[in-house]
Every structure is written in structure tokens, then in C-alpha cells.
T-cell receptor, first 114, second 113 residues
Framework: AQKVTQAQTEISVVEKEDVTLDCVYE???????LFWYKQPPSGELVFLIR??????QNEISGRYSWNFQKSTSSFNFTITASQVVDSAVYFC???????????FGAGTQVVVTP | DTEVTQTPKHLVMGMTNKKSLKCEQH?????MYWYKQKAKKPPELMFV???????INESVPSRFSPECPNSSLLNLHLHALQPEDSALYLC????????????FGDGTRLSIL
């Protein structure tokens, strides 16, 4: 069975601080895919990044960066110099098999105050 | 703007009503999904359609009835719902395969009186 743990329920920061969101996953499959999504108060889930189990390269996209470590089964996400618009719930998700069935973590609420 | 369009955005209905939620995508995706999301919880998968055929039903009560008329449209027919069915209903689409990101609509906020 697959499992995704996002232990941080809520993180509050002041604008321009960095924020790191933790994601730990469990799966016995050797091929799997990890995703991060952002859900602002308006409701839609916005796709941010995908990583496959064969690619441990870290990635930076603007103020966002991701650290994937298979040795610790973690796929952490950092927002650098946070802004108020970053306030949202962030979900980590795991996908295995052929059907695209996502296992979502519980989500981390990020609150950025001016 | 999202590329997956859901209507209506808000819906209030009584327990004896029949209504439908609609979802449309024009990205050429062949997999479409319905999720239910309660406040402060992650989305829960309800149904998956792959190439217009129902491939996954996560033991959803029969008062929810999905329909995929064509590759661009996905409906969710609602009948005799219960107050606990009040939630945000999200539609998503993707290319087929577990490596594909799902693209979500804005959702329909459903309230059952």
C-alpha cells in the first residue's frame, strides 16, 4: 500500500522568509511518481512539479525548489522569499501503477503575512 | 484560468433533488477523474474514466452516478444526497498513465440542505 505523510499541518511565516514543506512517502514499487500541488483559497489544485523514481536531480523553478532523496523517501519543497500570494494549502502526491491513482498527503497550510 | 471547466461553481440542493455536475476539457486528455474534498482534507478519488470507460469506482454510493458522454465531457449525476455529501467536488483530466500530472478544475461547492 502507498502512503504519503505531510507532518506539518500549518506553517506561518512573515513575507520574505523561506518555507520548507516536508513530504515522506512509502511504496514498495520501484517505479513511482511524485507530485506537488498548490490549492489556493479559490479551490483549484494547481500542478507544480512531477518527479519520477529514477530521477533524483533537485530542481529549481523561480522561487520554488524541490529536494528528492530516495534514501530517506522524501520529496521536500522550499519556497524562497515567500510572498502573500504563496498562502495556500500544498499537497504532495504519489502515483504508482497504470491508472494514475494519486495518494495525497494530508496537506500543509502555508500562511504568509505581510 | 484553468483548462478544465466545471459548472456550476456553487450548488445548493435538497435531499430529494436531482442535479448534475459538469466538467469539460479540451486538452485531448483521455483520462478524467471525479474527486470529493471535505474542508481541511485532501481530495478523495471517486471515479476514474479512461478512454471514456469507467476504470475505477472507489466504492462510491449509488446516489452518485458518473457519465462520460465523450472524451471531453464528464458528468456526475446526483440523486437523494445526504447532508454529509456537502463538499467541494473536483474534476481532473490527464493523459493516461501514472506518470501524468492531473489538471484540476475550480470545483463545484455543493451544499445539501
Amino acid at each position: 500500500a502507498q502512503k504519503v505523510t505531510q507532518a506539518q499541518t500549518e506553517i506561518s511565516v512573515v513575507e520574505k522568509e523561506d518555507v520548507t514543506l516536508d513530504c515522506v512517502y512509502e511504496t514498495r514499487d520501484t517505479t513511482y511518481y511524485l507530485f506537488w500541488y498548490k490549492q489556493p483559497p479559490s479551490g483549484e489544485l494547481v500542478f507544480l512539479i512531477r518527479r519520477n523514481s529514477f530521477d533524483e536531480q533537485n530542481e529549481i523553478s523561480g522561487r520554488y525548489s524541490w529536494n528528492f532523496q530516495k534514501s530517506t523517501s522524501s520529496f521536500n519543497f522550499t519556497i524562497t522569499a515567500s510572498q502573500v500570494v504563496d498562502s495556500a494549502v500544498y499537497f504532495c502526491a504519489l502515483s504508482v501503477g497504470s491508472w494514475g491513482k494519486f495518494q495525497f498527503g494530508a496537506g500543509t497550510q502555508v500562511v504568509v503575512t505581510p | 484560468d484553468t483548462e478544465v471547466t466545471q459548472t456550476p461553481k456553487h450548488l445548493v440542493m435538497g435531499m430529494t433533488n436531482k442535479k448534475s455536475l459538469k466538467c469539460e476539457q479540451h486538452m485531448g486528455h483521455r483520462a478524467m477523474y471525479w474527486y470529493k474534498q471535505k474542508a481541511k482534507k485532501p481530495p478523495e478519488l471517486m471515479f476514474v474514466y479512461s478512454y471514456e470507460k469507467l476504470s475505477i469506482n472507489e466504492s462510491v454510493p449509488s446516489r452518485f452516478s458518473p457519465e462520460c458522454p465523450n472524451s471531453s465531457l464528464l458528468n456526475l449525476h446526483l440523486h437523494a444526497l445526504q447532508p454529509e455529501d456537502s463538499a467541494l467536488y473536483l474534476c481532473a483530466s490527464s493523459q493516461s498513465g501514472s506518470n501524468q500530472p492531473q489538471h484540476f478544475g475550480d470545483g463545484t461547492r455543493l451544499s445539501i440542505l
